[in-house]
């Protein structure tokens, strides 16, 4: 059976795939000093609690905070014993092309988005995801990604406004009942709602316009729904899609690896 960890700057993801489907998924905060025992003693127990029984012979993982693969790959060797696949590194293979300036190394979990997107939808859209920061990936014709936005995340900016003004609380987003606030937290809740759905609608008409074809958006992450509900923004969600295109990127490797 195979482990994907999908492992982004808030939250780590891990999820078992029997090779059918995914039989069991669990978040922690992302912490890069944890380490491979903490891992195996946190995970085994809550594979237990659930009654699921999983013989692990594969591990991939996706990480945008590069210090935590160490801790993850022994994780892997050690309790697996198995030598992971890590979305981005030179030995991991892509179904799709990777088409930017040279030397940058596109966020993994983008170029997962991208392949999930693309096996679901096809060609031609525009994956939008609510993480700690709101990231748009651009999938061409043929799949392959081609660039994208990056803009400060919805809790991001709520923190921000916090952090940076003394008299601003701490915020939970919430849709607000008008954009007019009468209240501290109603005007900084509509501030940061109605500017991101203004936000969402913007990049992706102009993404839209500079690709010159047709494209579906499909959303991904937790506050995509949110957004959803009040302006028709998005084509699609989709809740699942970094597991997806991990594991995706696993059977490919699989049957085109060394
Ligand atoms: N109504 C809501 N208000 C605040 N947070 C929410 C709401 N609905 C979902 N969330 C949060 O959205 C997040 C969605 O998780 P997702 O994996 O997309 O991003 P993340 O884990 O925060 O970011 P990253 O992947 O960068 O670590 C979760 O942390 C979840 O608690
Ligand atoms: C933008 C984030 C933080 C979103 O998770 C991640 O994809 C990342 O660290 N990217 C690296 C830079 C890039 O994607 O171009
Ligand atoms: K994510």
Redesign the pocket.
Known sequence: MLLAVDC??TNTVFSIWDGERFIGTWRTATEWQRTADQYYVWLSTLMRLQGIEADITDVIISS?VPRVVFNLRVLSDRYFNTRPLVVGKPDCLLPVDVRVDEG???????LVNTVAGFDHYGGNLIMV?F???T?FDVVADDGAYIGGV?APGVNLSLEALHQAAAALPHVDISKPQAVIGTNTVACMQSGVFWGYVGLVREICTRIKAEHGVPMKIISTGGLAPLFQQSAQLFDAFEDDLTMHGLQIIHKYNKENGL
């Open positions: 982004g700057n945008t940058t190394a596109v966020g993994p979990d983008r995801d993480g700690t920061a990231t990056i």
